[in-house]
Every structure is written in C-alpha cells, then in structure tokens.
C-alpha cells in the first residue's frame, strides 16, 4: 500500500511540474490544464469560461475528479450523465460538452486511446414549440409594463427605461445584451432612413463591473438594420436627456451600463399574473422572426436577427400559425369532374382553376 501511494505522488509531481497529461493523470488535474489551455489561447470569452469551471466544480469533478484518466471509462460517466438527466437535460447536456472537450485533450497527448465521453448516451431534448407574441398581445404587455413603472414601491420610482428597452427589442429583433450596450454613435437618426448598428453586447463576470464587450455574439452578428418610426420617435425623445459618459441610450441612475441579469429579473416581475408567463426577453426576438418571416420570408427575418443561417432562424425563432394559410381556392382545383360523378347530367360549373 505505500509503494502505491508512493507511485501515485510521484506522478502527481510529475504531471504539475511538466505540464504532462498521462495515463495516470487525475480528472481534476486535467480540467486545470484544460481551462488554463482555453485561457491562453484567448478564444473563448472570461464568462465561458467561468461557466466551464462551475460545471466542473459543481457537476462533475465532486464524484469523478480523483479519477485517473485510465479509470475515465465510458461506464462511469455515462451513469453521471444519466443522474444528472434526472436533475435536467441542460445539466447533462453542459457536463457532456465539458467531459467531451477536456477528455480530447487527453486523447491528443496520448493519454487514452479514445474518448470515453463520446460514446455516452445520447442527449434527446424534447422539441419545444417555437411561442411568440402576437400584435394584440402587446397592448397587455406595455400596459403591464406601465402598471410596474407606476407602482407604489419604496425608493426611487422606476424610469421609462424598461418599457422603451422592450419597445426597441419589438422594432429591431436585437437580443436584450445588444441593445443594453447600444451607444448614440451606433445609431443615425439623420438618414433618410435612420439606422441602428449593433456593434457590441453587454458581459459580468464574477469580481468584475459590467461592461460593454466591443462586438456582439458572433460575426454575423454585427449588423445595421433600419429603424421603424416608433423606433425614431422613442429615440428621439431619449435623446433630449442629459448624456452620459459612456454614450449609452440606456444607462443606469449612477451612469452605468444595466446588467442583463437586472433587466430580465424586472421582466419576471412584470410579465407575473399577465397570462405571459412563459414569456422571456427572447420572446420579442421570436416575435419579430415571426412577423418578418410571414411578410417577407425566412432569409430576411434572419439577416435582421443576425444569424448566421436562415435555418437557425426556422428551427428556434419562427412560431407555426395555428392555422395555415387560406388556400382552399387552389384546393378546389383538385375537385376535377366530381361533380359529373356524383351527379350525371348535371351543368358543369366553371372553374378557375385546372392542374
């Protein structure tokens, strides 16, 4: 037994000092080297990785961190995935990806033969139905929207702030971090046909005040899009207020960038015994997807939204009417000589349609 625990500190010393990843190497040594990998190479945002390492800490290196990789076998992570299945589908689908991406570093440094996590059980999410807002239904959310504002609290009443943000959700599709980090200079209203370009997105991290990231979500997230006039007038009206330092449409009292965490825990109280409950910020970006994808089809819905792909755009953001379109004068065409058939002799009625 001590010739064992003897063999297993040195290899412990043997991996930190040289930064080796072997058959021998524990889990938990593995996810350091991992996160300090990702870090270095300057590819994946501090908020990433700081949801990296809590799902390290809290989901998988609690039961499997002491783990030699030897011991990692598709077995035993796959009866983790499962128990986390029971908590939910999002814990097991965030320790997957985590297992899966350090175990291939393993696998490049010879560690194991192959990757235990990429045979595990399939993650089946059920399909959920795409819901989005219809123009009636607005009229109940900003009128929920006023009823918060002027509601009897103690401290500061609520600015317009909230209200006009959800507006301008509704006139651009924008997610709620891209307009919260939206700046004067991003937006003309002097054009013939004033614009707003999305240039940035709001981050916080842990141990660090929140702050405008300088390019949104993805390349193709960078965008102009044209204003509606409602959009004009309610900027318009902002733009008469005192200016901040930070050039912010939106700007907190104290003259900093809102937190997106702040504004969807207002949300939830507002949208609270409207019938809206299932609604999110994201729902007005759904909505516009709708409404644009009806009039104007799915390729201009997703260039509003700035998806990289129209199809992203159908799977997830346009919502099925619940009834199709009436082409029941088309249909008809399909009649043919019915009415020959089922009553000989009869006059032939006109059609104006054939196949």
Same mark, same amino acid.
């Given at each position: ?186 937006? +003309? !209203? ?5 614009? &707003? ?6 981050? @916080?991290? #842990? %141990?660090?005040? /929140? ?114 379109? +009436? !082409? ?5 065409? &399909? ?6 058939? @089922?009553? #000989? %002799?009869?006059? /032939? ?7």
């Amino acid at each position: 037994m001590a010739e064992r625990a003897l063999r297993e500190i040195l290899a412990d010393r043997a991996t930190r000092a040289g930064e080796l990843i072997t058959a021998e190497t524990r889990l938990s040594a593995l996810a350091e080297l991992w996160l300090a990998r990702l870090d270095s190479e300057g590819r994946i945002e501090a908020t990433t990785l700081n949801e990296y390492r809590r799902v390290l800490d809290n989901l998988v290196l609690p039961p499997l961190g002491g783990l030699r990789l030897r011991e990692v076998t598709t077995g035993r992570l796959d009866r983790l995935l499962l128990k986390l299945r029971e908590q939910s589908i999002n814990r097991q689908r965030k320790a997957k990806v985590v297992l899966g991406s350090m175990l291939d570093l393993a696998v490049r440094h010879d560690a194991i033969p192959a990757n235990p996590a990429r045979n595990t059980s399939r993650i089946h999410r059920p399909k959920q139905q795409t819901k989005a807002l219809r123009v009636e239904d607005l009229t109940e959310i900003r009128a929920a929207v006023r009823r918060w504002v002027n509601q009897e609290r103690p401290g500061p009443k609520p600015t317009q702030d909230m209200g006009e943000i959800v507006d301008l959700m509704l006139a651009t599709g924008c997610r709620i971090g891209e307009i919260l980090a939206l700046r004067w200079s991003d937006i +003309d !209203l002097n054009a013939a046909h004033p614009t &707003l370009t999305v240039s940035g997105t709001i981050k @916080t991290e #842990p %141990g660090k005040s /929140t702050y405008r990231k300088a390019t949104p979500k993805s390349d193709s997230s960078a965008r102009t899009v044209v204003l509606p006039a409602f959009a004009v007038e309610l900027l318009l009206r902002r733009a008469e207020t005192l200016p901040n330092e930070l050039d912010a449409v939106f700007a907190t009292r104290n003259g900093t960038w809102h937190q997106v965490v702040n504004v969807e825990r207002r949300w939830r109280t507002i949208r609270k015994d409207t019938g809206f409950d299932w609604g999110t910020p994201h729902t007005f970006r759904k909505t516009v997807a709708t409404l644009l994808s009806e009039q104007a089809g799915d390729e201009q819905a997703s260039r509003q939204l700035g998806h990289s792909s129209s199809q992203i755009t159908r799977d997830f953001y346009i919502a099925k009417p619940a009834v199709a379109a +009436d !082409l029941s004068h088309l249909l008809q065409s &399909l009649a043919g000589d019915l009415d020959e058939a @089922t009553n #000989p %002799g009869a006059p /032939t009625k006109p059609r104006d349609h054939q196949l």
